[in-house]
């Protein structure tokens, strides 16, 4: 695997975000993606064997769900639902490119493997956060699972956004935060700690 210039490299894995958001997996091409990095297919070939590793080069390291810090608004409810707001901005922002992705997901284990390998290191801190602050208000967090706690957020959202649809508005994150977030960590908190690391 030959190193490129930087700037190049930057340039064809951009192209390659774009077109994957453009049209999907499985229409692009790598014509496609040396036309809009201005690059010629060898320059591609002699640092990617091919589409599949490309895409994976992307995954790894273009992929960013960049979702943004819920604010503290001074109460537990409040800050729940205002992670629920970050991440249905970033999931409207990023929709396109996730759907291009989907369907290939399910054929192409590779594809999938790099995916899942490269979500659990995404920045959680901003959930971490939020319930560290509502524990020093006393509210109930003590028991909160971080990642469980985002993964049943983004779950919620991206089930609106693909299956039930569009808006992602104040009375789905309102209803988001109220109805299944907060009771969520308030049955976490009243789990004994002994039975705690036993919940699935």
């Known amino acids: 695997m ?12 951009d192209a390659t975000l774009e077109l994957l958001s453009e049209m999907g997996y499985d229409r692009m091409s790598v014509d496609q993606i040396a036309r809009r990095a201005r690059a010629s297919k060898a320059t591609i070939y002699r640092r990617w064997a091919g589409k599949p590793e490309l895409v994976v080069d992307v995954i790894c390291n273009r992929f960013d769900m960049d979702t943004p810090r819920p604010p503290d608004t001074g109460s537990l409810r409040g800050d729940l639902a205002e992670l629920v707001r970050c991440l249905c901005e970033t999931a409207e922002r990023k929709h396109a490119l996730i759907m291009g992705l989907s369907s290939t997901l399910v054929s192409n284990q590779e594809l999938a493997r790099a995916l899942r390998a490269h979500m659990p290191s995404r920045d959680l801190g901003g959930v971490e956060a939020l319930l560290e602050r509502a524990g020093r208000r006393g509210e109930p967090a003590r028991s909160a699972d971080t990642a469980r706690l985002a993964a049943v957020a983004e779950a919620l959202v991206w089930h609106r956004l693909i299956f039930v649809g569009p808006p992602l508005d104040n009375a789905f994150v309102e209803e988001a935060a109220e109805t299944v977030l907060l009771p969520l960590v308030r049955a976490w908190a009243a789990t004994p700690p002994e039975q705690a690391g036993e919940q699935t």
């Open 2 to 13: 030959a190193p490129l210039d930087p700037v190049r490299e930057r340039a064809i894995l």
